[in-house]
């Protein structure tokens, strides 16, 4: 596994935004936006099947 | 014993009552209504298997304890499964959140439905809160002494003490997961009874 600590510095200290009282790690705004990513896709992203079940009612 | 009395018994009583809310179809159904085709819908059970591997996980880190999850190879990666595992659930918890917020999911009396989730949302982030303060390292060591201060100004330190790691430890594994895995327990059985909440216009249609 020592070879992902030399594409990503981990011994760093870690990136913070601050904007007035808001201070939020770099690593924690990634995972927000990526769960607000994967809301919107599961809400476009067609259902494997979708179209059949709706014939079959 | 006549049937009068077998009528009154509360074994009695409480089966025919469980039947009657919940018989078995309801309970583990064959099918689902159309409007449960959406990825929307797949955070729920995402959640609830990630809480299956966080809890097996961290079972097999009890049996060995801190010295082999901080120095064996096996137990490096059963900390990490516990941990990835927590990650998860949390982000998959945060996007059904979001899903059911947004939907109203509380509609349709499914009020205790709403609310059992809300609780088990809070036990959750208590539970990773006081794993994160038993991981005896310099992390954790970081994370109780800053966090004792804002514990300390709500009054909570008096019977919550984050730098007694034996305290935190017995939160983390005994307390907080009967708490989440009941709740989860009760959150999922109030799904079976009331059903999944149908989309807004499906329940305009139900009240034309």
């Known amino acids: 596994m020592g070879w992902i600590g030399s594409i990503i510095p981990l011994d760093n200290l870690g990136h913070y935004l601050h904007w007035h009282f808001i201070l939020i790690s770099v690593s924690n705004l990634i995972v927000i936006g990526l769960m607000i990513v994967t809301f919107v896709a599961a809400l476009l992203l067609p259902f494997p099947g979708r179209s059949r079940r709706k014939e079959n009612q | ?208």
């Open chain 2, 1 to 208: 014993m006549s049937t009068t009395e077998i009528d009154r018994q509360w074994t009695t009583r409480l089966r025919r009552r469980a039947a009657g809310k919940l018989p078995p179809e309801k309970l583990l159904p064959d099918t689902q209504p159309a409007y449960v085709s959406s990825w929307i819908y797949v955070f729920g059970v995402t959640t609830l298997a990630a809480l299956v591997v966080v809890i097996v996980s961290g079972c097999i880190l009890a049996l060995e304890g801190p010295q082999w999850w901080h120095s064996s190879n096996i137990g490096h990666f059963v900390n990490s499964t516990h941990l990835w595992s927590v990650e998860i659930f949390f982000f998959a918890m945060i996007v059904h959140l979001w899903g059911k917020f947004f939907m109203g999911a509380w509609r349709g009396g499914r009020t205790l439905t709403w609310m059992t989730g809300c609780v088990t949302f809070f036990a959750s982030i208590l539970a990773g809160f006081t794993g994160y303060v038993s991981q005896t390292n310099f992390d954790s060591q970081w994370i109780s002494t800053q966090s004792k201060d804002g514990i300390n100004a709500t009054g909570g330190g008096s019977f919550f003490n984050v730098l007694n790691l034996g305290q935190m430890l017995m939160w983390h594994i005994v307390i907080l997961p009967i708490a989440a895995i009941a709740l989860t327990g009760m959150h999922v059985l109030l799904v079976r009874i009331k059903g999944v909440v149908p989309p807004f216009e499906k329940d305009t249609e139900i009240a034309r």
